[in-house]
């Protein structure tokens, strides 16, 4: 079908309406010239052009007409008399306002005339009408495609605003930015988007409405700062700034406030955006910090550099920490020597007097501990909550809320704990952890390059001492002139006031051979000539054994002993003291302060020593004397670099006089070669088994000592454990009655682990622990004490020790094996003094003896027992003979077994070199041989063996207690 078009649809409102006005005009006019008259006066403009060519000539001259004012004509309000008794009067004034000029002189009376209903008629009328119809068709003909464009522009700009404004809407509320529509005047707050709800955490737009603006900012537009931003937005229509704003719910953030001038409806308003620049913000101010971070990097790095005093720079950069990272307290943590304490060595923020002073605990429970055992840094965010450990009391005291901690590497152990701490809650991001991580690696760096630069001149001071004496000990075997010039040396080196060389005679006392003394002070090697009382026999005390020169012991208090006849003699009646028993130097900063007793302290200062350093002097293995090292003007700290070179001179020393006596042996033995050749035959094989034996000795000596080790860590630290465990049950016994209500998950571990056995068990478990270490140790100690090669040849032992020492080393042969019972040993042991001996071969001999009597046990039905006795021989203490001389005393050790005895052909035998009644490979007939050598030879004692038949053997070892 086709489509009307819009024209038309549009033509025929107006054609219709118009068509029947006419009609109507038409009829009208028709029954009344009045109304024809008015329309003619409103058409006068469409009929004038039609009516002036048929207009008379004197229409130019002024006529008389009905009196009518042009308004009213023209307002169609004329009230025209009837058409016979129209008059002709003259034209109204008013008229040319209407006509023109053109038409001033118009005779509206021929007008009228034209006008009279006798002219016209019915067809004038229908064709006036019809004129009218059709102008005003066309009319609408011609204006009909304006109209509908019109019509059509007027739909498309209502679609377009429709659509303008729900893209205003969609834009205003689902903007990322927080919009705010606000009165210019009142500057309060009419309308927002969603976003500004989101953004500053209302519960609902309209607890942001009617509100000012400025009062969600962190700080607040005074009035004349409102006063300059709505000038500035007047005069140039936008305004923005950057500012803080807090959102209802307190959190802070930071917003790019921009303002524009707007217009809405005749109303002035403000729209105003808010754009959450945060992230902005922060990154900035993180490359900010980070910058100031790696600012300080490099210059402490310069500092670690070029900073000769590490003190200084320790204090500098905890300076700079601080400020870098703004924290209220700093410090650096120095591990201690005795490994259960850190010295507060620097610090930034500490209370006067701590830094240098301050001490904090180092167990792995405490904060520092802790830190030493991780190597990630340790965070804490709130220490009143801590759980991982607990917090110094130098942090509590102080206020600490949250802090840092990271341990300062070192080359064998951490050098310490370096850390940061606020009294404010803090969350420390990760580039202040990297921050710190590098500060404490360049410490540690700088730690260690002092500490390099330190052992080499330590080390270059060291080689040169070193080789000054070497060069002596080349050039010459003469000690006094080595003596001499090394002692001499060697107090320029050290820049002391005195190095002397004591020596020990055979009775261990001693006196000085050699000394280098500055000048000033008393020379000691002069003076012990005039004052015999300085030949003391002590450079060291344990403890202070006074004697005056009558030889009684602890003079009255009443009657003290004079200085002059002071002396020590703790070296002597011990031997050699601590220095014999391995201790390779004795370091004393401070006389004064080293806790010694007052009788020592008087023989120093007889020496005029304040501080000293002694080291031993070995020949071989025997102690031969001291090298002591004085400081006699004030104390001194003595540093390692200076100890170890006493200690490895003292070594050249030794090496020293062992080629002086090599050499006098070596000249002595020479005469005594051909003797010597005599007895090698003999010796060979025995020399041989005491090399095994030796061998075997160190072997065991040595797996006593690797035992021992881990023994003796596992021993002292049972203690420890048991005080640990002691308290995590305190604790827990504490949180069971703070908490006696566990969780779920604390009560489902307590049933897993089965605490309540756990608790029980521990004691027991540690209780075998314990028992086992004892019986380990026990044996290393038996072990160590039969080989004693840690101890000199002869000394003051207890017989019956190395007896029970060898007793156990042989206790897996005295078990029961097989069907047989085991082999009881009973022992009658008397009261013994200490016997000086060879201990190691003299064990030795009860081993073989005991070895022989479980041989011949072995295949003996049961019982089977061993019989050990001692008594001493003649069994008085100092008994005298006829010349009045003391006698000897003797201990007696008796060995008996029950086994088949020894027949008596072969008695005189027993101690014969390679003899022996044993199978082939199972003895090699030495054991007797030697322990004859042993008791016999060394010890000046006799040995001899009894034995009955089927009854059993008895070996007697008779020793003296003195062996010189």
């Given at each position: 079908?086709?489509?009307?078009?819009?024209?038309?649809?549009?033509?025929?409102?107006?054609?219709?309406?118009?068509?029947?006005?006419?009609?109507?005009?038409?009829?009208?006019?028709f029954?009344?010239?009045?109304?024809?008259?008015?329309?003619?006066?409103?058409?006068?403009?469409?009929?004038?052009?039609?009516?002036?060519?048929?207009?008379?000539?004197?229409?130019a001259?002024?006529?008389?007409?009905?009196?009518?004012?042009?308004?009213?004509?023209?307002?169609?309000?004329?009230?025209?008399?009837?058409?016979?008794?129209?008059?002709?009067?003259?034209?109204?004034?008013?008229?040319?306002?209407?006509?023109?000029?053109?038409?001033?002189?118009?005779?509206?009376?021929?007008?009228?005339?034209?006008?009279?209903?006798?002219?016209?008629?019915?067809s004038?009328?229908?064709?006036?009408?019809?004129?009218?119809?059709?102008?005003?068709?066309?009319?609408?003909?011609?204006?009909?495609?304006?109209?509908?464009?019109?019509?059509?522009?007027?739909?498309?700009?209502?679609?377009?605003?429709?659509?303008?404004?729900?893209?205003?809407?969609?834009?205003?509320?689902?903007?990322?930015?927080?919009?705010?529509?606000?009165?210019?005047?009142?500057?309060?707050?009419?309308d927002?988007?969603?976003?500004?709800?989101?953004?500053f955490?209302?519960?609902?737009?309209?607890?942001?409405?009617?509100?000012?603006?400025?009062?969600?900012q962190?700080e607040?537009?005074?009035?004349?700062?409102?006063?300059?931003?709505?000038?500035?937005?007047?005069q140039?229509?936008?305004?923005?700034?950057?500012?803080?704003?807090?959102?209802?719910?307190?959190?802070?953030?930071?917003?790019?406030?921009?303002?524009?001038?707007?217009?809405?409806?005749?109303?002035?308003?403000?729209?105003?955006?808010?754009?959450?620049?945060?992230?902005?913000?922060?990154?900035?101010?993180?490359?900010?910090?980070?910058?100031?971070?790696e600012?300080?990097?490099?210059?402490?790095?310069?500092?670690?550099?070029?900073?000769?005093?590490?003190?200084?720079?320790?204090?500098?950069?905890?300076?700079?920490?601080?400020?870098?990272?703004?924290?209220?307290?700093?410090?650096?943590?120095?591990?201690?020597?005795?490994?259960?304490?850190l010295?507060?060595?620097?610090?930034?923020?500490?209370?006067?007097?701590l830094?240098?002073?301050?001490?904090?605990?180092?167990?792995?429970?405490?904060?520092?501990?802790?830190?030493?055992?991780?190597?990630?840094?340790?965070?804490?965010?709130?220490?009143?909550?801590?759980?991982?450990?607990q917090?110094?009391?130098?942090?509590?005291?102080?206020?600490?809320?949250?802090?840092?901690?990271?341990?300062?590497?070192?080359?064998?152990?951490?050098?310490?704990?370096?850390?940061?701490?606020?009294?404010?809650?803090?969350?420390?991001?990760?580039?202040?952890?990297?921050?710190?991580?590098?500060?404490?690696?360049?410490?540690?760096?700088?730690?260690?390059?002092?500490?390099?630069?330190?052992?080499?001149?330590?080390?270059?001071?060291?080689?040169?001492?070193?080789?000054?004496?070497?060069?002596?000990?080349?050039?010459?075997?003469?000690?006094?002139?080595?003596?001499?010039?090394?002692?001499?040396?060697?107090?320029?080196?050290?820049?002391?006031?005195?190095?002397?060389?004591?020596?020990?005679?055979?009775?261990?006392s001693?006196?000085?051979?050699?000394?280098?003394?500055a000048?000033?002070?008393?020379t000691?090697?002069?003076?012990?000539?005039?004052?015999?009382?300085?030949?003391?026999?002590?450079?060291?005390?344990?403890?202070?054994?006074?004697?005056?020169?009558?030889?009684?012991?602890?003079?009255?208090?009443?009657?003290?002993?004079?200085?002059?006849?002071?002396?020590?003699?703790?070296?002597?009646?011990?031997?050699?003291?601590?220095?014999?028993?391995?201790?390779?130097?004795?370091?004393?900063?401070?006389?004064?302060?080293?806790?010694?007793?007052?009788?020592?302290?008087?023989?120093?200062?007889?020496?005029?020593?304040?501080?000293?350093i002694?080291?031993?002097?070995?020949?071989?293995?025997?102690?031969?004397?001291?090298?002591?090292?004085?400081?006699?003007?004030?104390?001194?700290?003595?540093?390692?670099?200076?100890?170890?070179?006493v200690?490895?001179?003292?070594?050249?020393?030794?090496?020293?006089?062992?080629?002086?006596?090599?050499?006098?042996?070596t000249?002595?033995?020479?005469?005594?070669?051909?003797?010597?050749?005599?007895?090698?035959?003999?010796?060979?094989a025995?020399?041989?088994h005491?090399?095994?034996?030796?061998?075997?000795?160190?072997?065991?000596a040595?797996?006593?000592?690797?035992?021992?080790?881990?023994?003796?860590?596992?021993?002292?630290?049972?203690?420890?454990?048991?005080?640990?465990?002691?308290?995590?049950?305190?604790?827990?016994?504490?949180?069971?009655?703070?908490?006696?209500?566990?969780?779920?998950?604390?009560?489902?571990?307590?049933?897993?682990?089965?605490?309540?056995?756990?608790?029980?068990?521990?004691?027991?478990l540690?209780?075998?622990?314990?028992?086992?270490?004892?019986?380990?140790?026990a044996?290393?100690?038996?072990?160590?004490?039969?080989?004693?090669?840690?101890?000199?040849?002869?000394?003051?032992?207890?017989?019956?020790?190395?007896?029970d020492?060898?007793?156990?080393?042989?206790?897996?042969?005295?078990k029961t094996?097989?069907?047989?019972?085991?082999?009881?040993?009973?022992?009658?042991?008397?009261?013994?003094?200490l016997?000086?001996?060879?201990?190691?071969?003299?064990?030795?001999?009860?081993?073989?003896?005991?070895?022989?009597?479980?041989?011949?046990?072995?295949?003996?039905?049961?019982p089977?027992?061993?019989?050990?006795?001692?008594?001493?021989?003649?069994?008085?203490?100092?008994?005298?003979?006829?010349?009045?001389?003391?006698?000897?005393?003797?201990?007696?050790?008796?060995?008996?077994?029950?086994?088949?005895?020894?027949?008596?052909?072969?008695?005189?035998?027993?101690?014969?070199?390679?003899?022996?009644?044993?199978?082939?490979?199972?003895?090699?007939?030495?054991?007797?041989?030697?322990?004859?050598q042993?008791?016999?030879?060394?010890?000046?004692?006799?040995?001899?063996?009894?034995?009955?038949?089927?009854?059993?053997?008895?070996?007697?070892?008779?020793?003296?207690?003195?062996?010189?």
């Amino acid at each position: 079908m086709r489509q009307t078009s819009l024209e038309t649809i549009l033509i025929i409102p107006f054609v219709v309406p118009i068509a029947a006005i006419v009609g109507l005009v038409g009829y009208v006019a028709f029954s009344n010239g009045q109304t024809v008259n008015e329309v003619a006066s409103q058409l006068h403009h469409d009929t004038r052009d039609r009516v002036q060519p048929i207009l008379p000539t004197d229409s130019a001259t002024p006529a008389l007409i009905h009196p009518i004012p042009v308004n009213a004509i023209y307002l169609s309000q004329s009230n025209l008399p009837s058409r016979p008794n129209i008059q002709p009067y003259r034209v109204d004034p008013t008229l040319p306002n209407f006509l023109g000029n053109a038409y001033s002189q118009l005779n509206l009376a021929k007008i009228n005339k034209f006008l009279q209903p006798k002219n016209i008629n019915r067809s004038t009328t229908i064709i006036l009408c019809l004129g009218l119809f059709v102008s005003t068709t066309g009319i609408v003909i011609l204006i009909a495609p304006w109209i509908t464009m019109l019509i059509s522009h007027s739909a498309t700009k209502a679609q377009e605003d429709s659509r303008v404004q729900d893209l205003f809407k969609y834009i205003f509320n689902e903007s990322a930015d927080a919009i705010f529509l606000v009165d210019a005047e009142t500057l309060l707050i009419l309308d927002c988007n969603r976003r500004a709800v989101e953004l500053f955490e209302a519960k609902h737009k309209q607890e942001l409405l009617n509100t000012e603006g400025h009062l969600l900012q962190k700080e607040r537009f005074t009035a004349e700062k409102l006063h300059s931003i709505a000038h500035e937005v007047k005069q140039y229509g936008y305004w923005h700034q950057e500012l803080e704003y807090i959102s209802k719910k307190g959190k802070v953030f930071w917003g790019n406030l921009a303002v524009r001038a707007i217009d809405v409806a005749g109303q002035k308003m403000h729209l105003v955006r808010v754009s959450d620049i945060t992230g902005r913000k922060q990154a900035e101010a993180s490359w900010q910090i980070r910058q100031r971070q790696e600012a300080a990097i490099a210059q402490l790095g310069q500092e670690a550099l070029i900073e000769a005093d590490l003190s200084i720079l320790m204090d500098w950069t905890v300076t700079l920490i601080a400020k870098t990272l703004n924290v209220d307290y700093c410090q650096i943590m120095e591990c201690l020597p005795n490994g259960e304490e850190l010295l507060l060595l620097a610090g930034f923020g500490w209370k006067r007097g701590l830094v240098g002073q301050a001490r904090v605990r180092s167990e792995k429970e405490s904060q520092a501990g802790y830190t030493l055992l991780c190597r990630e840094p340790i965070i804490v965010t709130d220490l009143r909550t801590e759980t991982r450990f607990q917090g110094s009391p130098l942090l509590q005291d102080h206020g600490v809320v949250s802090g840092m901690s990271m341990r300062i590497p070192g080359q064998n152990q951490p050098f310490g704990v370096l850390g940061v701490y606020t009294t404010q809650k803090r969350q420390f991001t990760d580039d202040d952890i990297y921050f710190l991580q590098t500060i404490a690696n360049i410490i540690a760096t700088a730690i260690e390059r002092k500490r390099v630069e330190e052992a080499l001149r330590e080390s270059a001071l060291r080689e040169s001492a070193i080789a000054t004496v070497l060069q002596r000990m080349r050039q010459t075997l003469d000690l006094d002139k080595i003596f001499t010039t090394t002692t001499e040396e060697l107090r320029h080196v050290l820049g002391c006031d005195r190095v002397a060389i004591y020596r020990f005679n055979p009775d261990w006392s001693g006196e000085f051979v050699a000394e280098s003394v500055a000048d000033g002070w008393v020379t000691l090697t002069t003076e012990q000539q005039n004052d015999p009382s300085l030949k003391a026999d002590a450079l060291e005390s344990e403890r202070c054994i006074i004697k005056t020169w009558d030889g009684s012991e602890n003079p009255s208090v009443s009657n003290p002993p004079s200085d002059d006849s002071l002396q020590d003699t703790y070296l002597k009646d011990t031997q050699g003291g601590a220095y014999s028993q391995g201790v390779t130097y004795r370091v004393v900063a401070d006389i004064y302060q080293a806790g010694f007793t007052p009788c020592y302290i008087n023989l120093l200062e007889r020496f005029q020593a304040k501080a000293y350093i002694n080291a031993p002097i070995f020949c071989g293995q025997k102690l031969w004397g001291l090298l002591a090292i004085y400081q006699n003007s004030s104390p001194r700290p003595w540093r390692e670099s200076e100890i170890s070179v006493v200690v490895q001179i003292a070594t050249q020393f030794g090496v020293a006089v062992q080629q002086a006596q090599l050499l006098q042996k070596t000249q002595e033995q020479a005469l005594d070669l051909e003797l010597t050749l005599n007895q090698l035959k003999r010796t060979q094989a025995q020399l041989i088994h005491s090399e095994k034996m030796s061998s075997l000795g160190q072997m065991v000596a040595g797996v006593a000592h690797e035992i021992n080790n881990p023994v003796s860590f596992i021993y002292g630290n049972l203690t420890h454990a048991k005080e640990y465990f002691q308290d995590l049950i305190r604790l827990i016994q504490t949180y069971q009655k703070t908490y006696p209500t566990p969780t779920a998950e604390l009560q489902q571990l307590i049933e897993e682990i089965d605490l309540e056995f756990l608790l029980y068990d521990w004691q027991n478990l540690l209780k075998s622990m314990e028992v086992g270490t004892n019986r380990i140790r026990a044996i290393v100690l038996s072990l160590r004490n039969f080989s004693r090669l840690d101890e000199k040849e002869i000394k003051r032992v207890d017989i019956h020790e190395g007896i029970d020492n060898t007793l156990v080393i042989l206790q897996h042969r005295f078990k029961t094996a097989g069907n047989s019972r085991g082999i009881q040993v009973i022992k009658h042991y008397s009261q013994l003094p200490l016997v000086t001996c060879y201990a190691s071969q003299l064990n030795q001999v009860f081993m073989n003896i005991l070895n022989n009597a479980i041989d011949a046990l072995e295949n003996q039905p049961s019982p089977r027992f061993i019989t050990i006795s001692t008594e001493i021989y003649p069994g008085l203490k100092q008994p005298t003979m006829d010349d009045g001389k003391a006698k000897k005393n003797f201990i007696v050790i008796r060995i008996s077994d029950n086994g088949s005895g020894i027949k008596e052909d072969i008695m005189p035998k027993i101690f014969d070199p390679f003899f022996t009644t044993k199978p082939v490979g199972s003895g090699t007939g030495l054991g007797l041989s030697i322990s004859h050598q042993i008791v016999v030879e060394k010890h000046k004692g006799q040995i001899y063996c009894t034995s009955t038949p089927e009854q059993g053997t008895e070996f007697i070892v008779k020793i003296p207690l003195e062996n010189r």
